[in-house]
Nanobody, 122 residues
């Protein structure tokens, strides 16, 4: 399995953009599906976007058209480009990995990063 570390969070104004990165270590990154979740205070962890090893992507309706997931297998890195940010996007964002995209979407992986805080506020 891969271990992951998220970076790139911060404070951004509504309508702004932010790019999160997830650096993976361990063997076989290019064979795993990867994904992004977030958890706001008092809410359940929410699936945002996932990408299979070959590039097929899936998005939650709440972020479709605003967020873009990408991966560079040669760099063992997963990205999340977030545009048109809203105050309700404020949350801790997590990266995860699993064997398949379907499994990533369930959010039941045992492998998560520590999270990175994103705050959208004027």
């Amino acid at each position: 399995q891969v271990e992951v570390v998220e970076t790139g969070g911060g404070l951004v104004h509504p309508g702004g953009s932010l790019r999160l990165s997830c650096a993976a270590s361990g063997r076989g990154f290019n064979r795993y599906a990867m994904g992004w979740f977030r958890q706001a205070p008092g809410k359940e962890r929410e699936f945002l976007a996932g990408m299979a090893w070959h590039g097929t992507a899936r998005y939650a309706d709440s972020v479709k058209g605003r967020f873009t997931i990408g991966r560079v297998n040669a760099d063992n890195t997963l990205y999340l480009q977030m545009d048109s940010l809203k105050s309700e996007d404020t949350a801790v964002y997590y990266c995860t990995s699993d064997l398949t995209l379907a499994m990533v979407v369930t959010g039941t992986s045992a492998h998560w990063g520590q999270g990175t805080q994103v705050t959208v506020s004027s």
